[in-house]
C-alpha cells in the first residue's frame, strides 16, 4: 500500500498523514486531537480553525433530530464512564440503551433463550441514504487538504463492548464460555452492521477507517487473547476486508484502551495499519516500536490520564519532546491519548501539545 505523496517536504495534512500510516517519514510528525471527531469549537479560542491544528478531520454519520435531542439529554452526565461521550449517546436510543437507568441498563440482560436474541430489533444504523452525505463531508475535508477519517455508529465499540453493552457485562463473559452459540450469534449480528457500515465510509471515499473496541485494561486483556481470537479477529478481518473490497488503499486504525500487546501481531495481520492510544501507563511505546518497527504506526502516545487536565504546558511540551526522541519521526501521529473536549483541560495545555508537536516533529 503506498502514500499519495513521497516522504519529504511540502506534503499537505493529508499526504502527510498517510505517509506515517504506511510506515513512512512525513516532512513532519502528523497531529490529530482524538481517533474520531472533536468538536475544536467546543475548546479553542474563537476563530482558530480545525485545518490550523490537525492533519486529519472525522466525518459523522447523520443523525435524526430525536437524536440530537437525546445528545443534549446527556450532557449533564458526560462526566460518567457509563454513559460515554454525548455523541455516543446519540446512538443509545436506537439500541433500547439506557446506561442512566438501572432498569433499562441492558436491553438484553433478561435474555433466556437464544430466541430471545434472535427477536431483538437490531437497528439499522447506515441507511444507503447516508452515502452522499458523508461523501460530501469527505470532500469538504479533501478541499481543505486534510485526511478523512470516519468512524462507525456503535453501541461504545462494533464488537465486544456493544455486545456485552446489550447484555451485561457479567452475562456476556459468562456467554463466551458457558453459552458460546448466544456469543457467536450477537457477534455476527454486530458484525453485519459493522460492515455494511464501513462499507458505506469507504464508499464515500475516507482515508482513514476507524476501528474502536476497548478489550484491553490496566495490566492485561478484558478477556484472553485465545477468547479475542476465537470470536473477535475472525469477525475484524471481515469488517476490514469488506471496506477494503471497496476502497483497496484505506488505512485501518484500531482503538482500544489498556493493554493489549498480545493481539498486536493479530492485528497486523488482520490489516490494521496503527493503534491508538497507546496509554504510556499501559503499552510501552518503544518496546512496541522496537519490536514491530514501522509496520505498525502509533497513533497517541502523549499524556497518561489526567497529564492534559493538571500538568503545565511546559510538562506536556517535553513530554512530546522526548516522546519524538525516543520513537523517532516514522510511522508515528502524535495525539493525546485520553480525551481533551473534558471541561477541566485547559486551551493552554492543548496550545502546548500542538506548539510542540510542530516543533519537535
Given at each position: 500500500m503506498s502514500s499519495p505523496a513521497s516522504e519529504g517536504a511540502g506534503q499537505t495534512p493529508r499526504e502527510?498523514?498517510?505517509?506515517?500510516?504506511?510506515?513512512?517519514?512525513?516532512?513532519?510528525?502528523?497531529?490529530?486531537?482524538?481517533?474520531?471527531?472533536v468538536e475544536i469549537e467546543a475548546i479553542a479560542p474563537r476563530g482558530v480553525r480545525h485545518d490550523e491544528l490537525v492533519d486529519v478531520g472525522f466525518v459523522r454519520f447523520p443523525v435524526s433530530p430525536e437524536e440530537r435531542d437525546?445528545?443534549?439529554?446527556?450532557?449533564?452526565?458526560?462526566?460518567?464512564?457509563?454513559?460515554?461521550?454525548?455523541?455516543?449517546?446519540?446512538?443509545?436510543?436506537?439500541?433500547?440503551?439506557?446506561?442512566?437507568s438501572r432498569d433499562r441498563r441492558n436491553p438484553l440482560?433478561?435474555?433466556?433463550?437464544?430466541?430471545?436474541?434472535?427477536?431483538?430489533?437490531?437497528?439499522?444504523?447506515?441507511?444507503?441514504?447516508?452515502?452522499?452525505?458523508?461523501?460530501?463531508?469527505?470532500?469538504?475535508?479533501?478541499g481543505?487538504?486534510?485526511?478523512?477519517?470516519?468512524?462507525?455508529?456503535?453501541?461504545?465499540?462494533?464488537?465486544?463492548?456493544?455486545?456485552?453493552?446489550?447484555?451485561?457485562?457479567?452475562?456476556?463473559?459468562?456467554?463466551?464460555?458457558e453459552r458460546p452459540d448466544w456469543a457467536h450469534f450477537l457477534l455476527d449480528r454486530l458484525a453485519a452492521l459493522a460492515r455494511r457500515n464501513a462499507e458505506t465510509l469507504a464508499r464515500a471515499g475516507i482515508d482513514v477507517l476507524a476501528l474502536d473496541d476497548d478489550v484491553g485494561m490496566p495490566g492485561?486483556?478484558?478477556?484472553?487473547?485465545?477468547?479475542?481470537?476465537?470470536?473477535?479477529?475472525?469477525?475484524?478481518?471481515?469488517?476490514?476486508?469488506?471496506?477494503?473490497?471497496?476502497?483497496?488503499?484505506?488505512?485501518?486504525?484500531?482503538?482500544?484502551?489498556?493493554?493489549?500487546?498480545?493481539?498486536?501481531?493479530?492485528?497486523?495481520?488482520?490489516?490494521?495499519?496503527?493503534?491508538?492510544?497507546?496509554?504510556?501507563?499501559?503499552?510501552?511505546?518503544?518496546?512496541?516500536?522496537?519490536?514491530?518497527?514501522?509496520?505498525?504506526?502509533?497513533?497517541?502516545?502523549?499524556g497518561r490520564q489526567t497529564t492534559f487536565s493538571f500538568a503545565t504546558p511546559e510538562e506536556i511540551r517535553e513530554e512530546v519532546r522526548e516522546r519524538v526522541a525516543a520513537l523517532g519521526r516514522a510511522a508515528l501521529v502524535l495525539c493525546p491519548a485520553y480525551d481533551i473536549d473534558e471541561p477541566d483541560v485547559p486551551w493552554a495545555n492543548v496550545a502546548a501539545f500542538l506548539?510542540?508537536?510542530?516543533?519537535y516533529g
Open positions: 502527510r498523514l498517510l505517509t506515517a500510516l504506511d510506515g513512512g517519514e512525513p516532512d513532519r510528525i502528523p497531529r490529530a486531537l482524538s481517533f474520531y471527531r437525546l445528545e443534549r439529554r446527556a450532557l449533564p452526565y458526560a462526566g460518567d464512564t457509563r454513559i460515554g461521550h454525548p455523541a455516543q449517546a446519540q446512538h443509545y436510543a436506537r439500541w433500547s440503551y439506557f446506561p442512566e440482560a433478561r435474555a433466556r433463550s437464544l430466541e430471545d436474541l434472535e427477536r431483538f430489533p437490531f437497528p439499522d444504523l447506515g441507511a444507503p441514504y447516508v452515502a452522499s452525505g458523508l461523501a460530501f463531508q469527505v470532500e469538504e475535508l479533501h481543505r487538504g486534510l485526511a478523512a477519517g470516519g468512524s462507525l455508529p456503535h453501541l461504545g465499540g462494533e464488537l465486544f463492548e456493544a455486545a456485552w453493552r446489550l447484555r451485561g457485562f457479567e452475562s456476556f463473559l459468562i456467554d463466551l464460555v492485561r486483556m478484558m478477556i484472553s487473547p485465545r477468547t479475542w481470537r476465537e470470536f473477535f479477529e475472525p469477525r475484524l478481518a471481515g469488517i476490514v476486508g469488506a471496506a477494503r473490497a471497496i476502497r483497496p488503499e484505506l488505512r485501518v486504525l484500531y482503538h482500544s484502551d489498556g493493554h493489549i500487546e498480545p493481539i498486536l501481531d493479530d492485528l497486523v495481520e488482520v490489516g490494521v495499519n496503527a493503534i491508538n492510544p497507546v496509554q504510556p501507563e499501559h503499552m510501552d511505546a518503544v518496546r512496541i516500536r522496537r519490536r514491530f518497527g514501522r509496520r505498525l504506526a502509533l497513533w497517541g502516545t502523549i506548539e510542540a508537536a510542530t516543533t
